[in-house]
């Protein structure tokens, strides 16, 4: 069954620290592995998006990796803001055009 | 300007009514979706439609409908059959590598 897992169900990190959420996919194969952040009561944003031969790729101070033989996705956020404070959410789609598959997010908060 | 646009923000109803929740896009999406997302929880999906006049249940279809009689429009029918339908609703469709999200529908009923 295709599953997208991530870690840590949620993290405190105060205003400034580095911070890395992890994501853990079964989906074989896939066309492209994304990061949104959603904001609460809000529709997800698009941060990366990344095919399957893709390694790293950045977006301000957001830097997604992908590693296709373990099946694992990263996402690390530098010096974090107050305004980082959200929900961050992997989502897999697998190469026949159906289903999204999401996991289920890291909720994030940044402490002043 | 090219979205995925979702009304009302929110919506409150009565226990037993039924309520429908818009959902219209302008990106020429075949794929559309249905989530509702309860707090602290991930999405989950009640239906998605690849193409017109089709579409799918899925993971938590029961006491919802749908209809997609449009390309640019997918309603969801929250029905009095569902138990607890006061949660939050997004939309979404998808087209080539990306999928696009409504702002989503915070539906409470008292």
């Known amino acids: 069954k295709n599953q997208v897992e991530q870690s840590p169900q949620s993290l405190i990190i105060l205003e400034g620290k580095n911070c890395t959420l992890q994501?853990?996919?079964?989906?074989?194969?896939?066309?492209?592995l994304r990061w949104y952040k959603q904001d609460t009561g809000r529709g997800p944003v698009s941060l990366t998006i990344m095919t399957f031969s893709e390694n790293t790729k950045s977006n301000g101070r957001y830097t997604a990796t992908l590693d296709a033989d373990t099946k694992q996705s990263s996402l690390h956020i530098t010096a974090s803001q107050l305004s980082d404070s959200a929900s961050y959410i992997c989502v897999v789609t697998p190469n026949r055009d159906d289903k999204i598959i999401f996991g289920k997010g890291t909720r994030l908060h940044i402490l002043p | 300007d090219g979205g995925i646009t979702q009304s009302p923000k929110y919506l409150f109803r009565k226990e037993g009514q039924n309520v429908t929740l818009s959902c219209e896009q302008n990106?020429?999406?075949?794929?559309m979706y249905w989530y509702r997302q309860d707090p602290g929880q991930g999405l989950r999906l009640i239906y998605y439609s690849q193409i017109v006049n089709d579409f799918q249940k899925g993971d938590i279809a029961e006491g919802y409908s749908v209809s997609r009689e449009k390309k640019e429009s997918f309603p969801l029918t929250v029905t009095s059959a569902q138990k607890n339908p006061t949660a939050f609703y997004l939309c979404a469709s998808k087209g080539g590598s990306e999928a696009f999200f409504g702002q989503g529908t915070r539906l409470t009923v008292v």
């Open positions: 994501c853990n996919y079964t989906v074989s194969p896939f066309s492209n």
């Open positions: 990106l020429n999406h075949d794929a």
